[in-house]
């Protein structure tokens, strides 16, 4: 898995694995999601991310598993 914040573009990008992406859907306004061929979410893009959340919360990364 692999997190990218990219603040020249204002873009979050959450890869979950190498797969090659297939097909690409804008499910609502500046979230995209990457399919690979078996059609499963491989990636996850946020577009405007100043706009969706404060930028010093980007300095903290939480991971948690169960």
């Known amino acids: 898995m692999k997190l990218i914040v ?36 491989v990636g996850v893009e946020m577009l405007s991310l100043s706009a969706r959340i404060k930028p010093e919360q980007l300095k903290v990364l939480q991971y948690e598993t169960a």
């Open 6 to 41: 990219d603040k020249e573009s204002d873009a979050l990008y959450f890869r979950l694995d190498e797969s090659s992406i297939i097909e690409s859907e804008e499910v609502e306004p500046g979230i995209i999601l990457d399919f690979n061929s078996d059609g499963k979410v």
